[in-house]
């Protein structure tokens, strides 16, 4: 089970293995959680009382033991949504700090793959008709295909065309098949050797994505800089083979 998408939410590792754990188990005790997810007691202890916090575990004493239990997993949902309508009411205010901002920066810094996946939804919503993209290569399938394809599914809604040059090692994963619309299309490029960089520009932001084992990306906000980079692009766009 791909457990990421529960780590996104807030859930920590320690969280994830004891709800999994009491899934599976049913009504327990902590013994029997204990070892089935090879915590620390301290730790399982700690963490059941943080479920239960939450919400996502119950239990009932029985004499001098606990008996836990996972809630229903679709009470998830509505914790999410719970914790998107409470966010939804300050963001007004959020927005209005922001545009009060005396200075907007125009480079940002970005780590691991929960920091590029940041970066690149800002880049969605930076306008624009097309998304150009080179350099990428399979070190980029660290995200998701399932992640990928929502990303392109939400770009095409906006009505935004995708021009994307892969890397020659991307052919096989067919991403024309993947993102299955009329508004991209793709171009492939051997380079010679596995590039660890992606650039991404859109309107006036360029994105890098430096695929190491931990990803940095680096966003540049300047109209200036976008217009050489995507000339760039346009140069390769145009040396690439379908």
Sequence with gaps: MNTEILQ????????????????????????????KSGLQNSVVHMTLNKLIDKGFVTFVK???RNHYQAAD???????????????EQILPELL???TQAKEKPEVKMFRSIKGIKEMLLELLDANGKEHHTFGSS??????SDAWWISYHKKRAEKGILAKLVFNES???????????NDLVQVKYHKAGFEPLTETIIRNDKVGIIIWTDKPIGILIHNKEAAESYDKYWRILW?????
Excluded: C
Aim: aromatic share 8%; net charge positive; glycine share 6%.
């Design 170 to 180: 991307l052919r096989e994963w067919n991403a024309a098949k993947k993102y299955s």
């Design 8 to 35: 996104d939410i807030g859930f920590t590792n320690a969280e994830i293995k004891i709800y999994l754990a009491l899934l599976e188990l049913g009504t327990s005790t902590a013994g029997p959680i204990l070892e």
């Design 138 to 143: 399979v070190k980029s399938l660290m995200i």
């Design 73 to 87: 997993p679709k009470h998830i949902v509505e914790y999410i949504n719970e914790k998107k309508e409470r966010y």
């Design 62 to 64: 029985e004499g001098k």
């Design 96 to 98: 209005l700090k922001q």
């Design 238 to 242: 145009n040396a690439a083979k379908k």
